[in-house]
């Protein structure tokens, strides 16, 4: 009897033990915290953002939009009007490369 005590407690705690130890995937609302857009300057017709959903969006129509300052580097211009355009959709600054700025933004579920 006392030997059949210690199995079914032994087998209780192992269940119990698989129960709580067990692995469990990444939940969905926690997978993807975070998508980013990339704004790569390509020229003043080429300069494009690639989109979180692998989209691509030539920028050349947005610089219709304003006006340059005379005397203004181009380039910083322009990226500036674009990073701006992002962060108006919730993107921040995330890091950049001489010729890519790259934008982040959490994701919210």
Do not use: C
């Amino acid at each position: 009897m006392k030997n059949l005590n210690l199995i079914l407690l032994a087998l209780a705690l192992s269940a119990g033990g698989l129960y709580f130890f067990k692995s469990r995937g990444s939940e969905p609302s926690t997978f993807q915290l975070t998508e980013f857009a990339t704004i790569r300057w390509g020229g003043r017709d080429n300069t494009h953002i690639v989109r979180p959903n692998g989209r691509v969006e030539f920028v050349g129509t947005l610089w219709s939009k304003v006006k340059r300052p005379d005397r203004t580097d181009e380039r910083s211009f322009y990226m500036n009007v674009a990073m701006n355009a992002l962060a108006h959709e919730g993107f921040e600054f995330a890091g950049m490369t001489s010729d890519e700025i790259i934008m982040r933004r959490p994701i919210s579920r």
